[in-house]
Structures are given as structure tokens and as C-alpha cells.
């Protein structure tokens, strides 16, 4: 039994590193994938997971492979397929280390997963079932995203959902928002960028929005992240802030909301179904934040997430 499950994309994240003697650009190949990103940190902080989804039979699948083993992340659900390749991403970072992806991806395997293949005993043993909405991209994963949220639903799991709206894999955007209004529909705990509230609901007062969205989705906890502006917090019973740590010097933002989640998730497991209070929902919002600020000072996303120590270091520094 796993205290987290999560479905959906595990890919090689390609960061800049760097220009070779020549004068071009040189990457590193960084494991990566929204889902189990956030699986990465909820197992640094010594949570129990496992990751369900399909990477190639090639070095990066295989390297994947191990790398989750090493992690300590369960691999019972990760297939190898030995007709599609994994997914790679390039990513190009601005000199504020915000980054724009471009993709490798066209029937890849990550989106060729089945719900025949999904092992549902691992839905059934777990406490959360996490997935965002790149795996609605293409069928037949879309279908088996659908399904397994379904089944998780049926069983009496919570379900958190980030929505990860990457707009270049999409054919179409009115398919994105179709996909992430389907997807968020089942959530209990949702996360959300700012950008991606005003993707779903258009521009206006950000307060008002995630008071829509929150109504509209019904989840009992909505997170609304708003990178160097902070992030937010909405309960049925308030409405909480807590700024973002700017005094970092920030080199890659890959994984960040994805730590945020997964410290986020951390704190609400540890409640053991308790209500949350208001002290406890600073305090969840808080350790989140510090969490997503800490991995941007280093590259990559699921080598990169830091342990209970370093985050609560990096909050006795900055809120010292």
C-alpha cells in the first residue's frame, strides 16, 4: 500500500548546460514529468509512492526505471514499451530561469497507456491519487486517465489534479480547457497557476476567480500559484497568502509547482483527515511555498526537490 499514487508523463527534461567550444547550446538530460515530480518530493519528505504510466524500452526509459527504484518510488505500474519511445522535452530557461518547453512527443509512449495496462491494485492501496491533464493529450491514455479518476473516485481515494496546462501539446486549445474542466471535475485538492485560472476562466480579479473555480469544481482545497507573487490557499472556510521567497537566486523553475504540490500533500497527509484549521492552512501554504522556492535554485525537477531538513532550514533563514 502507497500513501500516494500518481498517474501520467515521466520524460527527460533536456536543461541547457551551458555552450560547447564551438558555440553551441549543450542540454542535460534531467528525468522529469509533472506527476511524479511531485511523487519525487513527497518521497523526500518520507511519504510512500508509486507512479503508474509507460516510457520506452530505450536508455531514458530504462534510465527512468532505475532512477525510480533508487528514489524509492514504487515502478510496479511503469511499463517499458518496446514499439514507442519516451518523451523528451527541451526546455529553454530566460534570465529569470522561467522556462518554455518544446516537445518530442508524437505518439510517444506515455500516451499510448491503456486502461487494460493500468494496475489498479495500486488505485485500490492508496490514500491520493494525483494526475494533471498531459496525459488527455492523446488517446488511448486520455480514455485511461478518464477511467482510472473514475475508479479512484468509485473507491473513496482522494484526488488531487494539477491541471499543467502545456499549450504546444495540444492540437487545440479549447481541447486543453475541455480536458482540464473534465479532469478537475473529480478533484479534492487542486492546484493551479494564475495563468492557467485565467487560461479557464478569463482575466479579472484573482480572489474572485478561485472563489469561481473552487465553487465550480467543488474541492475542499484549491491552491492557486502565482510564481514571484506569492501563492494562495482556498478552503470552504477561508482564504489564506503566503509570499514567494524572491530572495533565492532562482536558476531553473522546471518543478517548482510540482514541489509545491507534493509539500503540500506532505502536510495534508499528515493530517490524517483532520479538518483544517487556519493555523494549519498557513502553515501547509507556507511549507509548500518554501519547498517551490528552495528547487529553484537548482536544475532539474525530480533530483531536485529538498528533504524536511533543508526546508525547514530555508524557512529559519528567510522568515528568521
Known sequence: MYQVVALGELLIDFTPYGVSDTGNILYEANPGGAPCNVLAQLNKL????????????DCFGRGMMSLLKNLSIGTQGLLLSDTELTTLAFVSLDENGDRNFSFARKQSADVMLRWDEVNRSLIEG??????????????????????ALAYAKRAGKLISVDPNLR????K??????TAMWEVMRFADIAKISDYELEFLLG???????????????????????????????????GWYFNRCYNEVKTVDTTGAGDSFLGAALHKILALKGEA??????????????????????????????GSPEEIADFLGQTEG
Not at 499549450?167 to 495540444?170: I, N
Not at 487545440?172 to 480547457?177: G, V
Open 46 to 57: 518520507g511519504n510512500s509512492t508509486a507512479f503508474i504510466g509507460k516510457v520506452g524500452n
Open 126 to 147: 492508496c490514500d491520493v491519487f494525483h494526475c494533471g491533464t498531459l496525459s488527455m493529450t492523446d488517446e488511448p491514455c486520455r480514455s485511461a486517465t478518464l477511467q
Open 167 to 170: 499549450e504546444p501539446l495540444w
Open 172 to 177: 487545440d486549445l479549447e481541447q486543453a480547457r
Open 203 to 237: 482575466p479579472g480579479n484573482l480572489e474572485q476567480k478561485a472563489e469561481e473555480l473552487h465553487r465550480r469544481i467543488d474541492s475542499s482545497m484549491l491552491f492557486v500559484t502565482c510564481g514571484r507573487d506569492g501563492a494562495y490557499l482556498k478552503t470552504r472556510d
Open 276 to 305: 483544517v484549521a487556519d493555523a494549519q492552512a498557513k502553515d501547509i501554504l507556507q511549507f509548500a511555498s518554501a519547498a517551490a522556492s528552495l528547487v529553484t535554485t537548482r536544475k532539474g525537477a525530480i533530483q531536485s526537490m
